[in-house]
């Protein structure tokens, strides 16, 4: 049986992928309020039965979006802090130490990514269809 080690990662690293997963999850936020926007204009022009079903599964799915986003974001500024915390307490040296990877959160930010462009497409071409 063989074990792996968990890649290790300097800081810097650690911190850049941070600012840009939280850039990321800013954006899709943004996005998923236009989206929602979009949604309300559908909403108006549109009353029939299986549009409604519709507006409502994407009205789910967009709250859901804007969750995950936000639970990544407080993930990643969480990470940040204990990466903070550690520079203060061990100043000197920081520039020489390698933290754990965090692949954890890596995966949970590209599950997030699939399915929010999966999410994407199937909502254009709803409104392709209905707009």
Same mark, same amino acid.
């Given at each position: 049986?063989?074990?792996?080690?968990?890649?290790?990662?300097?800081?810097?690293?650690?911190?850049? %992928?941070?600012?840009?997963? &939280?850039? =990321?999850?800013?954006?899709?936020? +943004?996005?998923?309020?236009?989206?929602? *926007?979009?949604?309300?204009?559908?909403?108006?022009?549109?009353?029939?039965?299986?549009?409604?079903?519709?507006?409502?599964?994407?009205?789910?799915?967009?709250?859901?979006?804007? %969750?995950?986003?936000?639970? &990544?974001? =407080?993930?990643?500024?969480?990470? +940040?802090?204990?990466?903070?915390?550690? *520079?203060?307490?061990?100043?000197?040296?920081?520039?020489?130490?390698?933290?754990?990877?965090?692949?954890?959160?890596?995966?949970?930010?590209?599950?997030?990514?699939?399915?929010?462009?999966?999410?994407?497409?199937?909502?254009?071409?709803?409104?392709?269809?209905?707009?």
């Amino acid at each position: 049986m063989s074990t792996t080690a968990t890649p290790k990662k300097h800081i810097d690293e650690l911190h850049f %992928e941070h600012r840009v997963w &939280i850039n =990321s999850m800013n954006f899709y936020y +943004d996005e998923v309020k236009t989206f929602e *926007s979009r949604l309300e204009e559908l909403i108006q022009r549109n009353s029939k039965t299986e549009v409604t079903s519709q507006i409502e599964h994407f009205q789910n799915q967009f709250i859901r979006q804007k %969750e995950v986003a936000e639970q &990544i974001i =407080s993930k990643c500024r969480d990470h +940040d802090k204990f990466l903070a915390n550690q *520079s203060k307490d061990h100043p000197i040296a920081i520039d020489h130490v390698l933290f754990a990877d965090h692949t954890k959160l890596r995966d949970e930010v590209e599950t997030y990514e699939k399915i929010y462009r999966d999410l994407k497409a199937e909502f254009m071409a709803f409104l392709v269809k209905w707009m």
